[in-house]
Nanobody
């Protein structure tokens, strides 16, 4: 399974960005069938943290700091997950990583995409 992340960039505080994560090499019903897709982020000097995750059934989970501002969604037909980020704050600045976990627990990571929020 390969994950291709895109959509990062520079935005002013209060602005919006949408990240995309496209998965390839996954086949429905196989051990590489994806169950959960998510976004993690890592700011300089900090540990990587889960930002949001979504299951194949549409259940979502968010870190408290982004609730009400970020929305994760998923197009199962396209094997793509999205993270709509609104009301961005400087503290959201980080490298964002796409993550996928298959139905048998295999974990895959995409390359990071940098999000910079200026004050």
């Amino acid at each position: 399974v390969q994950l291709q992340a895109s959509g990062g960039g520079l935005v002013q505080a209060g602005g919006s960005l949408r990240l995309s994560c496209a998965a390839s090499g996954t086949t429905s019903g196989s051990i590489f069938s994806i169950n959960v897709m998510g976004w993690y982020r890592q700011a300089p000097g900090k540990q990587r943290e889960l930002v949001a995750a979504i299951t194949s059934g549409g259940s979502t989970n968010y870190v408290d700091s982004v609730k009400g501002r970020f929305t994760i969604s998923r197009d199962n037909a396209k094997n793509t997950a999205y993270l709509q980020m609104n009301s961005l704050k400087p503290e959201d600045t980080a490298v964002y990583y796409c993550n996928a976990v298959t139905r048998v627990g295999l974990t895959f990571w995409g390359q990071g995409t940098l999000v910079t929020v200026s004050s």
